[in-house]
């Protein structure tokens, strides 16, 4: 095979691996809330500060930083559901995912406001490593093991604890919840909480390899939320495959053509997909 | 029919704005609220009937494009430009909503597919720089001396009047399709999508038509918006933020009035000037936080907008309008 | 034993602008198992949602070993020691068996006794053991009857609340589901069931009552209901 080909697929799965953290969080606080965070990505961009931040200005030890950011951005994400969120619950969904949109917005400025517009850089970076024929960006391959990590976690979590099992059983009934003795306020507050740890952790598997700036939420947004409705909303292993199939497309169109239309064939092909199967490519 | 009266003089009275003299700067606050009212106009002609788009950006940064890019290498004149440019982004509205409508793609989803075909507008803009400049913009060519009018370059009063013209267009265009049956049609689709169609109204067609009239009027206020500031870029005029801001107009002005997206456009732009005055360039991050803020104030508190206000008092003798909250 | 007694009290009830009970008032003491029946409509699952909660009674009260219900969250009852049976089952169809088990067991006072009574539910019903692994969805309509009664058996309740527990059911289901009631009940939980199936129950229960467009038409023993011509006519198609 070419190895520049070989390349550019090995390169897609680990593209994946980096989408495929925010999609599970979106999917999470979806399936449990029946809501779509819109400022999902900018929540990202405010864990990518804050690691930059910590890091960077404060010199404060990487993991260090990582572990103030996720907690953050979970933090961030309990806010999100108390104030904004909850008091939305009973109104149509677009009202809500407007909502979030104003968010979008409020995250993008307060970061314009003490960050300026200036791209920051954390400058971490690991030597590529040579596999066979094909160059690997260290940082990239850390990142990737790291997402697949949280993923894990997050599964282990979701199917064998008595929390995890009542987040997946109130994303098919939710009237039913309180007959079980769970409170399903409580549960979307958790949700939430996991919803923003997991942007928090993807905050820091981006900071490593993408300059951070009030706007980089827009860049990788909109392909989060076509990824999650590809595989499914809600539907947190269609979402995790989704996650793999547009590395794919975007990283071995690249090799084909330029970055910019690999995106624009990924674009299309979800529409596409939303046309032919509008409850996603993976639902049962 | 007192409605058409007050619009009327309405229109009179903006028409003699340039005649006061008033400063510039005012002119070019003026001309922005316009055309950012018509595109806020056009979305909600479909976001009223719960179509909510999340690319409408896109349709503006196709006819603007098509209009510069026709002047730049063709030197074909925007008076012509516009009109193609405005068929060309309806024809691309078309092909994106008719299967959408077709296989009902509807809520969520129809947000999505329309944020993703904005992406896509935006990223081809930037893909065709050697045409378009990228995300660096594009500046249309200066007309041959004397042909100010050929490349619709004017001054500002010139241009008050197009803007005026356009903007009135809009209107005329939310009164006609009020007074038509497509409105109630439109209406019970979006209550009830399978009662309305068992009950003789043809959903797609219905739906087809409000989103032709929505995309001419963002690809007009589009191609007007460019033409007047003389310059292009693909930031402005397509993709997720510009469309955002466009739904957020609309929201806060209020999608059920007519002359509601026309007082979200004056409060976005306003908002902006005055936070640009009163604290200077170096807190361009504050319009957008201030936005988001009055954004999620509106959906907590004020879901039908600030036109929602007024118009709960005159329609409690009317038949109920129907409710945001459904 | 006093704390397993139920009462309700001149219960008025309904939704939106409908009322689906007028003045209910139905009593059941520890350890006995007490029918409610009566035709579609009459108002049988409303009464089981006012008591777990999931609606509040207009005016009339619910008490629970002592306690007034009115003021307590639907969520905090299964810790309180009332176990629902919905309509319909409501078994979560995309999890497993003994996930669907999980969940009937989260409250924190049951939790540490999971296994325990995962494996007394196991033997209650050998064939959910079998079937531990399988996704709820896929089973027959019994089995997820049975699933769903030992769902609500994990919260450890002092009374169990069945709606219409034979509903869908083949005959012969429906006497194993029956039968499965009567051996919970010779464990001495409380149980209280609302069925249309009224020779069935009637061999169940001790008392019941007839619940007729909400309002309670008659009351008693099993055996005299049985035996009276009216209730005979109108429900256990005899003469």
């Not at chain 3, 008032?25 to 198992?33: K, M």
């Not at chain 3, 029918?35 to 049988?44: E, H, L």
Request: charged share 15%; with cysteine; glycine share 12%.
């Amino acid at each position: 095979m070419d190895p520049f080909l070989l390349e550019a697929l090995v390169n897609g799965i680990l593209l994946g691996g980096v989408f495929a953290l925010p999609v599970l969080g979106l999917n999470l606080v979806f399936g449990v809330v029946d809501v779509v965070w819109l400022c999902y990505a900018e929540l990202v961009m405010v864990g990518m500060y804050a690691v930059w931040f910590f890091y960077s200005q404060m010199g404060w030890p990487l993991p260090l930083a990582f572990a103030v950011c996720i907690g953050l951005v979970a933090v961030l994400g309990v806010l999100l559901h108390l104030l904004v969120v909850r008091p939305l619950l009973t109104q149509p969904p677009i009202n809500q995912v407007l909502a979030t949109g104003g968010v979008l917005f409020v995250l993008q400025g307060v970061a314009t406001l003490i960050f300026s517009t200036e791209f920051r850089a954390l400058g971490v970076d690991m030597p590529p490593m040579e596999v066979g024929e094909v160059f690997v960006s260290g940082t990239k391959l850390a990142a990737f093991c790291a997402a697949l990590l949280g993923a894990g976690a997050l599964w282990a979590f979701l199917k064998f604890t008595y929390v995890g099992t009542a987040i997946r059983a109130i994303a098919r009934d939710r009237e039913v919840m309180p007959l079980m003795g769970v409170d399903p306020q409580r549960i979307y507050l958790i949700a939430s909480a996991i919803g923003g740890a997991l942007a928090g952790l993807a905050a820091c598997l981006l900071i490593v390899q993408l300059d951070v700036h009030p706007f980089v939420g827009l860049s990788f947004g909109p392909i989060t939320f076509m990824i999650c409705v590809m595989g499914g909303l809600g539907n947190m292993l269609g979402g995790f495959l989704a996650a793999f199939l547009m590395g794919l497309i975007i990283s071995v169109g690249g090799f084909w053509g330029t970055t910019e239309l690999s995106y624009v064939v990924a674009f299309a092909f979800f529409i596409v997909v939303m046309f032919i199967r509008p409850q996603g490519l993976f639902a049962r | 029919m007192t409605a058409p009266l007050t619009a009327g003089l309405l229109l009179v009275a903006l028409a003699a704005v340039p005649l006061l003299g008033p400063p510039d700067y005012l002119m070019h606050v003026l001309i922005t609220v316009l055309l950012t009212a018509l595109a806020g106009t056009g979305w909600a002609m479909m976001g009223r009937y719960g179509l909510v788009s999340f690319g409408h950006g896109a349709f503006l940064g196709i006819a603007a494009y098509t209009m510069a890019l026709l002047w730049n290498e063709a030197g074909l004149t925007p008076w012509l430009g516009i009109p193609i440019g405005m068929g060309v982004a309806v024809l691309a509205g078309m092909l994106l909503a008719y299967p959408a409508f077709k296989l009902r793609v509807v809520g969520h989803y129809f947000a999505l597919v329309t944020l993703a075909a904005g992406e896509i507008v935006r990223i081809l803009i930037v893909a065709m720089r050697e045409h378009t400049g990228g995300s660096l913009g594009l500046t249309p060519a200066k007309p041959p001396p004397g042909a100010g009018w050929l490349a619709m370059q004017f001054d500002k009063t010139g241009f008050w009047y197009i803007a005026l013209i356009a903007w009135a267009l809009g209107l005329v265009c939310w009164f006609l399709l009020d007074r038509s049956m497509s409105s109630r049609a439109l209406a019970a689709i979006s209550e009830d999508e399978d009662a309305a169609a068992s009950i003789g109204i043809r959903v797609t067609s219905e739906k087809m038509k409000v989103t032709v009239i929505s995309v001419a009027l963002a690809a007009l206020a589009g191609a007007l918006t460019a033409q007047y500031r003389q310059y292009l870029n693909p930031e402005s005029l397509a993709g997720l933020g510009i469309s955002l801001q466009i739904v957020f107009g609309a929201i806060a002005g209020g999608m059920y009035a007519p002359i509601g997206p026309t007082i979200g456009a004056a409060i976005t732009i306003g908002l902006e000037e005055g936070l640009r005055i009163f604290f200077g360039t170096e807190l361009t991050g504050a319009a957008p936080l201030v936005y988001g803020l009055l954004l999620v104030m509106f959906m907590l508190f004020m879901p039908r907008g600030i036109a929602g206000l007024f118009e709960r008092r005159a329609q409690r003798r009317a038949t109920p309008a129907p409710a945001a909250t459904e | 034993m006093e704390q397993a007694s139920l009462s309700i009290d001149a219960v008025h009830a309904g939704y939106g602008d409908f009322q689906a009970l007028f003045g209910v008032s139905l009593r059941v003491d520890p350890g006995e198992a007490v029918g409610v029946v009566g035709p579609n409509g009459a108002g049988k699952t409303t009464l089981l949602r006012v008591i777990s909660g999931l609606i509040r009674p207009r005016s009339g009260n619910v008490r629970f070993a002592g306690q007034d219900l009115a003021k307590v969250p639907a969520h905090t009852l299964p810790a309180l020691g009332i176990a629902h049976v919905p309509e319909n089952r409501r078994l979560f169809p995309h999890l497993t068996v003994e996930e669907n088990l999980r969940v009937g067991a989260f409250t924190a006072a049951a939790r540490p006794h999971f296994e325990a009574r995962r494996d007394h539910v196991y033997t209650l019903f050998p064939r959910m053991k079998e079937r531990r692994h399988q996704l709820a969805g896929t089973m027959s309509g019994g089995e997820q009857q049975m699933c769903a009664i030992g769902r609500a058996l994990m919260s450890g309740p002092k009374i169990l609340l069945l709606d219409e527990p034979s509903a869908g059911l083949a005959p012969l289901v429906v006497q194993q589901v029956f039968d499965l009631v009567r051996r919970i009940r010779q464990e001495g939980l409380t149980v209280l069931i609302v069925e249309q199936n009224v020779a069935q129950v009637l061999r169940v229960v001790d008392r019941a009552y007839v619940l007729e467009t909400g309002r309670v038409a008659a009351e008693g023993a099993s055996a005299a209901l049985a035996a009276d011509p009216v209730i005979r006519r109108s429900y256990l198609g005899g003469h």
